[in-house]
């Protein structure tokens, strides 16, 4: 029996060997570029640490020199004691330290007695802070008492200024005194002998038919009950018609009352004292 022949495509492999050389070239070309790159940067990295080095180096070199040159110094000090002393003699020594020892003691006397003049001190400033604290009360009450002399300095200048009329009862009269200020709109009351604000009644209501002064000092009398009072009426010049109806008003009531006139700008009653003087 005959071999049967081949047939159909040869396969070549020379492609794939051309891809298998191409992929080693590349490869080999990237290692090398690598090992280079990393060549330099050691040799940079190398360049900087001595740099860093040097720079270190000079540093504590300064700091040598500056620590050599304040050991001179001092050396230079010592040297110049140590001739110093060798050139004194013992005995100067001696007087040298008795005088020190001397100087020492005084600044220590110094020092003690300075201590007892601020103790004394300090004793001093406390026994003032207590003056001061006993003292307190009488100041305030000094302060009040100046307050008050002043209030009644005012006082007496303010009724020296206002030159105001004082009436009293008459004497051995046992009722009580009312004065009342018969103005043209109000009537004013104040009790006499005895500080007290004024009462004032003027009218209310509507003209006609309202309650007049008259009216509301008489209600006011009523609710009081001083049909006993005596009453001075002081009438203003403008006051004269009011005065008429209140002095009808007392006589229904038979209240006591009196009358006299007074100027129309004359200060009777003070707002706060009243009738008072």
């Known amino acids: 029996m005959s071999r049967r022949g081949r047939s159909g495509p040869t396969i070549s492999l020379f492609s794939f060997q051309d891809i298998i ?105 406390k026994e003032e802070l207590s003056e001061q604290f006993d003292l307190e009360p009488l100041r305030d009450e000094q302060v009040k008492s100046e307050r008050t002399a002043s209030d009644i300095e005012r006082q007496a200048a303010e009724e020296r200024a206002e030159n105001r009329t004082v009436f009293s009862l008459p004497r051995g009269m046992q009722k009580e005194g009312w004065l009342a200020v018969i103005d043209p709109r109000q009537i004013s009351v104040a009790p006499l002998g005895r500080p007290s604000r004024p009462l004032h009644f003027a009218a209310s209501g509507l003209p006609l038919l309202g309650s007049s002064a008259t009216d509301n000092l008489e209600k006011w009398i009523n609710e009081q009950r001083m049909e006993s009072a005596y009453f001075l009426l002081l009438v203003r010049p403008d006051g004269a018609s009011t005065f008429d109806d209140v002095q009808q008003m007392m006589e229904r009531k038979s209240l006591s009352h ?20």
């Open 258 to 277: 009196g009358f006299d006139l007074v100027d129309a700008d004359q200060t009777i009653l003070h707002p706060d004292r009243g009738a008072a003087p």
């Open 21 to 125: 050389t191409s992929v080693t070239a590349i490869v080999t070309v990237i290692t090398l570029l690598l090992a280079l790159d990393l060549v330099q940067r050691k040799q940079s990295q190398s360049s900087n640490s001595s740099a860093s080095l040097a720079v270190d180096l000079v540093k504590c070199l300064e700091r040598a020199e500056s620590e050599l040159a304040r050991l001179r110094t001092v050396a230079a000090t010592t040297d110049e004691l140590v001739r110093a002393v060798a050139a004194t003699s013992p005995a100067e020594l001696r007087n040298e330290i008795a005088q020190r020892e001397s100087a020492i003691t005084e600044l220590e006397r110094e020092r003690e007695r300075l201590e007892q003049q601020n103790k004394h001190w300090r004793s001093r400033e």
